[in-house]
């Protein structure tokens, strides 16, 4: 998988919440990438997702991020403190909005076509489930899936 697709398995969630998102057709093209990694601009990715990319860049302490291992990093250690810290946008988040903005690890309980039944601890503590999207990968039940936003973005690996 191409390391842009990657952010964006992870990134591309967010924009659906956001008041100021990308184009329809601009999230139809990016959906379209992650599904047939297919090359997609850094700078475009850059632009559209600025916060994102600045704060992985801070994370990480240098500025050519485009690493899966760095991405990765960032999104499973540093991701959901930045959310509950209420960094950036997140200031004046309420609790539904910082649970479903943090990046967890659950469980598939249910899968009917596309869509998932998932069980995790937020990052309070307490047990939740919830439908996620399960487009962009290939999960069954009991598997371990890392959800964000209500997408499922990647199998644990």
Same mark, same amino acid.
């Given at each position: 998988?191409?390391?842009e697709?990657?952010?964006?398995r992870?990134?591309l969630?967010c924009v ?7 184009s ?16 997609v601009?850094r ?8 916060g994102?990319?600045?704060r992985?860049?801070?994370?990480s302490?240098?500025?050519?991020i ?8 960032y999104?499973? /250690? #540093?991701? *959901?403190?930045?959310? =509950? +810290?209420? !960094?950036? @946008?997140?200031v ?10 943090c990046?967890?690890l ?10 998932l ?12 489930? /919830? #439908?996620? *999207?399960?487009?962009? =990968? +290939?999960? !069954?039940? @009991?598997?371990?899936v ?7 973005v990647?199998?644990?690996?």
């Amino acid at each position: 998988m191409r390391v842009e697709n990657y952010f964006l398995r992870y990134a591309l969630p967010c924009v659906y919440s956001r008041r100021e998102k990308p184009s329809d057709l601009d999230i139809e093209i990016l959906e379209g990438c992650i599904r047939e990694d297919a090359p997609v601009n850094r700078l475009k990715l850059e632009e559209l997702f600025s916060g994102a990319i600045e704060r992985i860049r801070r994370f990480s302490g240098i500025q050519d991020i485009w690493d899966e291992q760095v991405i990765e990093d960032y999104f499973k /250690r #540093q991701h *959901n403190l930045d959310v =509950i +810290n209420g !960094d950036g @946008s997140y200031v004046r988040a309420t609790r539904l909005q910082k649970n479903i903005s943090c990046v967890y690890l659950a469980e598939v309980l249910e899968k009917n076509g596309l869509w998932l039944k998932v069980k995790y601890k937020s990052f309070d503590g307490k047990d939740e489930e /919830r #439908q996620v *999207n399960g487009e962009f =990968i +290939n999960a !069954d039940v @009991s598997d371990k899936v890392y959800i964000h936003f209500f997408h499922a973005v990647e199998l644990e690996r």
